[in-house]
């Protein structure tokens, strides 16, 4: 049976996102992109200021800053979506809840600062732990993993007991196995197919498999970043088949009414089980 998953839109404020960058730099065109992420059935807004798409460069605390609050800030004025601040840094974050965000989402799972774990905990916030083999600039060179579900699996939970022994309490931990960090095509393909193991660990699972390069790899016309729904759309429904909570979009409206229909159709068939029992 699938149960709810929420949808995670994604709104890049850099101008380098490798699927829908330097579009809504502009505060209106972030705002504008919101309202519409949130019209489409967006249950959270996730606004990133540095691209961690592979090989991007590191950008400074205070050029993310300028980047994020301002959106955050206006979005909050208008829209009472739930955000999260997607970074890796601290200080940030820190600012980013201070704006109005109520979400942690770290793809370094709390790991870039060692201050980063006593931060979250001190913000109360939820946060999401991300599974990235090595770091943006290098982390496609050469990925290796002798079992690539074990060994995600058991960093995670490393890395949620590192934040719970900070003090961040258990119910606020998000986990998600970080497709197209630092993994193949293979690594991406086994994460989605072992995705179960992950929610069996009992934390609420978070899959972002949107737009990435693997669903290009896989895909025999070699789609670019905007035209990879179909691939999209099927590992959203693979993540709901296997119990994930939410998963992380750019093309909210199509991922809403997959999930719905996909959910439907589990539900009618336990409905037409029971009938028959
Ligand atoms: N993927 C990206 C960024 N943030 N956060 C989580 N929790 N999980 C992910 O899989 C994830 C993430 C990369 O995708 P995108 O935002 O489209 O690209 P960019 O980093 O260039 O903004």
Not at 190 to 208: C, E, N
Request: hydrophobic share 50%; with cysteine.
């Amino acid at each position: 049976m699938i149960g709810p998953v929420r949808v995670m839109g994604i709104l890049n404020v850099t101008p380098d996102s490798f699927s829908d960058g330097g579009c809504f730099d502009g505060l209106a065109a972030a705002l504008a992109h919101a309202t519409r992420l949130v019209d489409e059935g967006a249950d959270v807004l996730d606004i990133g200021g540095e691209s961690t798409r592979p090989g991007a460069a590191p950008v400074s605390e205070a050029e993310e800053l300028a980047r994020v609050l301002p959106v955050i800030k206006a979005i909050r004025e208008v829209i009472s979506t739930p955000i999260s601040i997607d970074t890796m840094k601290p200080a940030v974050a820190q600012a980013a809840m201070g704006a109005g965000a109520s979400i942690w989402n770290d793809v370094t799972a709390l790991s870039f600062d060692p201050a980063s774990p006593a931060v979250a905990a001190a913000l109360g916030c939820e946060v999401i732990l991300t599974h990235m083999q090595g770091d943006p600039a290098t982390m496609q060179t050469a990925p290796h993993y002798e079992d690539v579900v074990t060994e995600v699996r058991e960093i995670l939970l490393g890395r949620a007991r590192a934040a719970m022994a900070a003090g961040v309490r258990r119910e606020k931990i998000w986990l998600d196995p970080g497709i197209g960090f630092g993994k193949t095509l293979a690594h991406n393909l086994q994460l989605l197919a072992g995705l179960d193991r992950l929610v069996d660990l009992g934390f609420p699972v978070l899959l972002g498999a949107s737009r990435k390069g693997f669903i290009r790899a896989i895909d025999p016309a070699g789609a670019a970043g905007d035209q990879r729904l179909g691939g999209s759309l099927a590992a959203a429904l693979t993540g709901a088949a296997a119990g994930v909570a939410m998963v992380r979009v750019h093309d909210v409206a199509e991922t809403v009414q997959a999930l719905a229909l996909a959910r439907a159709v589990t539900q009618t068939r336990a409905g037409a089980m029971t009938a028959h029992a």
